[in-house]
């Protein structure tokens, strides 16, 4: 592993004169007083133009950035011990972003042993840290495919972490039922190491097999289509549909299966069966998937684009790019096929990378998405003399692609998503670090990924009255789903988003759980910043905290204390996890400086009012070193905190509103407002209008309802434009800084008005 690069006759006198193995990448070290005085050892550091970033008094040591010829000095100093600050990485789970987008989060698990989920792919690696912990965890052998608890492709294990992966344990990631509690049986039909194919009577023999083993859900990552080998072909088979339909009918088992990954109108099979679920596969952004094939059989969507799950043990990733120069991090997936390793060096902008990467040699290539295989752009990286690819995506969201041809390149290649491209580069000439190592967990792509988050939600939600029917819990799946593309069933999402907790509502059953509300303050001297964590649980407790100081440190306590490196504005994350497995973050800018200067911070805010309730918006309110806390008077005697607030007045009138921040000195500033409302209208057209800027433009988005024709927008009390009734029109000015609008809607060209609705910056 490259750990830094310097001069061999440096190196050699660096750790001859240290006694240690390495020199410390950062520069940062750990340096003791033998006689145990710690100011000792801080007067030594300063002698020698070290910076101190810490003191540890109890061991009479501290720790501190060093030059390079400080380290000699030190090292060859008979007062002191001197060592390199070591990094420590925090062990956590992570939640993927699948979870919630289902409900997950939102439903307790503690009922699903009565449901037994039944897992059709290429086995498991019932040895993964991650899912071994099952306690219903079981299978079945079969003599073509082998070992059910042995996996050669992956595929089975991922698919069974999102339904199954264990919560609270600190490690990798947690499933749609976190407890270990879920009944879990698997049949292997898969043997190869490339997940190649099986036979549709092996498919049929595997469900029956299900069955058997007390079933309620089979859950079906893999399938056929339609025109599959480059002409008219059909992938259906009437045993096939028989025999689902036998299990539907005389077994009471609910079939659900990948809509396919093709990007066609073509059907597939088993999904497109009367008596199977069609699960198609969207994004993060609720977006259908390109592949995800689009027809009349699809019945649910689930997340299905860069999803993050189990994998046999050894089989996945670890990957970072970090900037050396502040230890900013950056998401990134591994390219498939990619080669390990560390690498760093300076960032070189190489656009498309459709020629020689330019650089001299050691550089890391930054690289769009487009034109040409991310192989070809690989290689063009490594022809230039590069020794690292990050390659960011040219449209919305995370990018992860594969190499054709995982030998013909022998440099680590990464995915990083548009945002990320945009940041680093803003960072070209920083020397930054790739990280591609081998691990337990990787992101897939495909409908096979979103058919176990509509397995595991069907057996999450059954769990909670078992007297339902598979069809049942089919309709309340279908009638619960979140719409999405076009109003009601589409080819695209079907009834769209599969959703848990709305699922559980409907039937009146189970208990549902509450997510946790992350929240924290924070005080800052110089370059040290005490965090103090104010997250609630309304139904539960706090079981896990993880914090980001944004410099690349982080740490799992409660109540942490940080010490920056150097000043400088930072977001740290906090982020909780209740004792049911749902998570909530909170972001906070801190900015922190060697200097005593703080100066007072300035109250601003903006509001908008439709009849008696008002929203108000403190974020316009600012500090140079941050605010800690926002408290809001409405004038009718009401309060509220946090950066904004919502309120509801009991009567018409006009109310001062005064909004006080406070910034981690202890300064406060306050602003107020005359804030007028009305008592609503009783019946005709309703109005709302939200006020927001973009680059500093005043904009209103209106929403109504009760207009019967196009309507009339007025503006302050002028006729504006006339636009369909379609309940909602964005109004937008090139006026900038303060100012107040009223708007009024009315069907066109006649009296039939609404309420106004007065938007104030």
Known sequence: MIRFLITTAL???????????????????????????????????????????????????????????????????????????????????????????????????????????????????????DLSGNLNLSGTNDSGSGQWSVDACGHGTHVAGTVAAIGGNGVGVVGVNPSGQIGLHIVKVFGGSDCAWTYSSDLVDAAYTCANAGANIISMSLGCSDSGRGGPFSCASSTEDAAFQDLNDNYGILSIAAAGNDGTTNNSYPASYDSVVSVAAIDDNKVVADFSQKNAAVELAAPGVGVLSTVPMGMGFNVSVTDNSDGAGFEAAAMQGTTTGTASGALVDCGLGESTCPGGGGQVCLIERGNISFEDKTLACEAGGGVAAVIYNNVSGMLFGALSDPTATTIPSVGVSDTSGAQLSGRTGNTVAVTVESGNYDYYNGTSMATPHVSAVAALVWSTDTTLTN???????????????????????????????????????????????????????????????????????????????????????????????????????????????????????????????????????????????????????????????????????????????????????????????????????????????????????????????????????LTWDGASTDVDVYVNGAFHTTTANDGAYTWSSENRGGGSYTFEICEAGTSTCSNTAQVVF
């Not at 060859?76 to 060592?83: A, L, T, Y």
């Not at 069809?471 to 999402?493: F, K, P």
């Open 11 to 129: 190196a050699a006198a660096l750790m001859l004169a240290m006694g240690i193995s390495e020199a410390a990448e950062d520069g940062r070290y750990i340096i003791t007083a033998k006689n145990g005085n710690t100011a000792q050892a801080q007067s030594a550091v300063i002698q020698n133009q070290g910076n101190v970033v810490r003191t540890l008094d109890r061991l009479g040591a501290v720790a501190a950035y060093l030059p390079d010829q400080a380290v000699t000095a030190l090292s060859s100093n008979p007062n002191f011990d001197i060592e390199v600050d070591q990094r420590r990485y925090p062990f956590g789970e992570v939640s993927p972003y699948g979870i919630a987008m289902v409900q997950a989060d939102q439903v307790s698990d503690s009922n699903t042993a009565s449901r037994t989920v039944c897992i059709i792919d290429s086995g498991i690696d019932a040895s993964h840290e």
């Open 471 to 701: 069809n049942d819990i089919r309709n309340v799946l279908q009638v619960t789903a979140e719409d999405l593309g076009a109003a009601g069933r589409d080819d695209s999402y079907g009834y769209g988003l599969v959703q848990a907790k709305a699922a559980v509502d409907l039937i009146g059953g189970g208990t549902t759980n509450t997510p946790p509300s992350a929240s924290f303050t924070f005080s800052c001297t110089e370059l040290t910043c005490d965090f103090t964590d104010t997250s609630s649980d309304s139904d539960g407790s706090i079981s896990s905290w993880s914090w980001d100081f944004g410099d690349g440190s982080s740490s799992t306590a409660q109540n942490p204390s940080h010490t920056y490196g150097a000043d400088g504005t930072y977001t740290v994350t906090l982020t909780v996890t209740d004792d049911d497995g749902a998570t909530d973050s909170a972001s906070s800018s801190v900015t922190v400086s060697t200097t005593t200067t703080d100066d007072p911070p300035t109250a601003s805010f903006t509001y908008g009012c439709t009849d008696l309730g008002c929203s108000f918006d403190g974020t316009s309110s600012s500090d140079d070193n941050g605010i800690s806390s926002y408290a809001w008077a409405f004038g009718d005697g009401a309060t509220a905190s946090g950066s904004t607030a919502s309120h509801t007045y009991a009567a018409g009138g006009t109310y001062t509103v005064t909004l006080t921040v406070t910034d981690s000195a202890g300064q406060t500033d306050s602003s107020s407002q005359s804030v007028t409302v009305s008592e609503p209208v009783s019946d005709g057209i309703t109005l709302s209008a939200t006020g927001y800027k973009v680059k500093g433009r005043h904009h209103a988005d």
